[in-house]
Nanobody
């Protein structure tokens, strides 16, 4: 049974940083691409970032490019999202997602989701 458990959310000031983690279990983590998506209260899902199964390639939404960094540790079955220069518009529920393939880390290639961790950016 696939389990994805996010942590690291909380309150940050504009310009601040947070590091999200997603601990995975129930599948061969190193074989699948992983993604982070976010959901603003009352709105749809927005894909944020994705990473290939071996970490060889990453991609980002334009809204976070240059500020967020995705990484993974296959020995620890964990994917991370380092968020710097946070803005109020980054406030959302951040959700970790497992890909269907090793090399397609986008929202239309996901088959499992975590419950998310809430990030609030406010002064």
């Amino acid at each position: 049974q696939v389990q994805l458990v996010e942590s690291g959310g909380g309150l940050a000031q504009p310009g601040g940083s947070l590091r999200l983690s997603c601990a995975a279990s129930g599948f061969t983590f190193s074989s699948y691409a992983m993604s982070w998506v976010r959901q603003v209260h009352g709105k749809g899902l927005e894909w944020v970032s994705g990473i290939y199964s071996d970490g060889s390639d990453t991609d980002y939404a334009d809204s976070v490019k240059g500020r967020f960094t995705i990484s993974r540790d296959n020995a620890k079955n964990t994917v991370y999202l380092q968020m710097n220069s946070l803005k109020p518009e980054d406030t959302a529920l951040y959700i970790c997602a497992k890909g269907l393939r090793s090399d397609y880390p986008y929202i239309d290639g996901v088959d499992s989701w975590g419950k998310g961790t809430l990030v609030t950016v406010s002064s």
